[in-house]
C-alpha cells in the first residue's frame, strides 16, 4: 500500500500500486480539485506538486509517488490566499475555470523557483491547454503574482471559498419552477 504525503496529511492508499496518482487523488482522498482532462499528459489540467515540481498526476502511479510530498489544489491554500490564486482572480485569467487548477499548480512552482519570469518563461513552464484562451491575461497574472511573491505589490483577497444559501439567493436570482398539479385534479 503506498505511502505518501498528501497536502501536508500522511495517507496510504489500499489500491493497486500501479493506479495513476490522478484516480487516487481523486476517487480515493476526494481531492477533485486536480481534473481529468486527457489521460495522456498533453493538457496539464491533473498537475500536482511533487516534491516542488510540477508534474502531470495521470502519468504517475501511487508506487511512483511514494514517499514523496503531493500538493494538489487543495492544499495550495485553503483561503486562496497564494499569490497566484490571488492574481489569476485580479487578471481575470480564469474563464470556465476547468483547466485553472493545474494553471495555478504550474505557475506556483515557477514562482517558487523564479519570481521574475519573462513571458517565454512562463510559456515555458506553463505548457498547460486552456480551450478559453486566457494566455494574455495568463502571463499577466503569473508576472503579477511574481511581483507580490517578492513584496512589490499587493493584491485585494479574492472571496473565501464558499457562500451561504442566503447569499447566493440575493446575489444571484434563484429560477422558479411553475407549480405543475401531480394529477388530473390539480
Known amino acids: 500500500m503506498p505511502r505518501m504525503t498528501v497536502n501536508e496529511r500522511p495517507l496510504e492508499f489500499a ?70 490564486q490571488q492574481a489569476l482572480v485580479a487578471q481575470q485569467a480564469i474563464q470556465c475555470g476547468f483547466c485553472t487548477p493545474g494553471i495555478a499548480i504550474a505557475a506556483a512552482a515557477l514562482i517558487q523557483r523564479n519570481s521574475d519570469p519573462s513571458k517565454e518563461q512562463i510559456e515555458a513552464a506553463v505548457p498547460n491547454l486552456c480551450r478559453c484562451g486566457v494566455y494574455p491575461r495568463l502571463v499577466a497574472a503569473i508576472q503579477q503574482a511574481g511581483r507580490v511573491s517578492r513584496r512589490q505589490e499587493r493584491i485585494s483577497a479574492a472571496p473565501a471559498p464558499g457562500i451561504s444559501g442566503e447569499d447566493a439567493a440575493r446575489t444571484v436570482p434563484a429560477m422558479v419552477a411553475p407549480d405543475v398539479g401531480t394529477g388530473p385534479e390539480d
Not at 46 to 69: N, P
Open 15 to 84: 489500491m493497486n500500486p500501479e493506479t495513476p496518482l490522478l484516480w487516487a487523488l481523486r476517487d480515493a482522498a476526494n481531492l477533485t480539485g486536480t481534473k481529468y482532462g486527457c489521460g495522456t499528459g498533453d493538457c496539464g489540467a491533473c498537475m500536482v506538486l511533487i516534491d516542488g515540481e510540477a508534474l502531470r498526476s495521470c502519468l504517475i502511479t501511487i508506487a511512483e509517488a511514494e514517499g514523496r510530498f503531493i500538493t494538489t489544489i487543495e492544499g495550495l491554500s485553503r483561503d486562496r490566499s497564494h499569490p497566484v
